[in-house]
């Protein structure tokens, strides 16, 4: 028997001063998006911005419905409309960000986390990822580190 462990690590940004100027500009531009989410159900309106390597920014709104499990969340939402309108193109950043003024970053469900874990697995180059509260930033430079054992198309080989 043999003892593992498994540790991730992250940078916190004090404020939107301290990040790089591309990411605090996506950030001010996310905090206008968000308020056109669609989040009548729950009231918990979330904003993704997504950065290809084409340069290109793609956006995404959580969107609800009354039959509840038919909504999807923001980050799903601009990954989606972004690998459909570039299907070639490799995700370089995502960015996260609610209407709500917590203390912590709101961080991606375990739907979207198998989402982003399967992009980053398909391309050479990790999916860095920046979680926004009102007070600071979280910056994982790979999406892959916050799903440990993630479930891979590999377990699907025969
Ligand atoms: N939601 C997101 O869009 N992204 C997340 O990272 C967490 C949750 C949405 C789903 C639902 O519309 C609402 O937030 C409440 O869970």
């Known amino acids: 028997m043999k003892q593992h462990s498994h540790n991730i690590s992250y940078t916190v940004y004090q404020s939107l001063e301290e990040l790089p100027q591309e990411i605090r500009e996506q950030f001010l531009i996310l905090e206008k998006k968000v308020k056109d989410a669609y989040a009548p159900y729950s009231e918990f309106k979330v904003a993704a911005a997504v950065k290809l390597d084409n340069k290109q920014w793609v956006y995404g709104t959580n969107q609800e419905n009354a039959a509840y499990p038919s909504g999807l969340c923001a980050e799903r939402v601009a990954l ?20 709500k003024p917590f203390e912590m970053p709101c961080s991606p469900c375990g739907a979207c986390r198998q989402v982003i874990s399967e992009y980053e697995f398909n391309q050479t180059k990790e999916i860095n990822l920046y979680l926004y509260s009102h007070h600071q930033v979280w910056f994982f430079p790979s999406a892959t580190s916050l799903l440990p054992f993630v479930f891979s198309s590999e377990s699907l080989k025969k």
Do not use: G, N, Q
């Open 80 to 99: 989606f409309y972004a690998k459909s309108e570039y299907p070639d193109a490799d995700v370089d950043t995502l960015l996260i960000i609610t209407d």
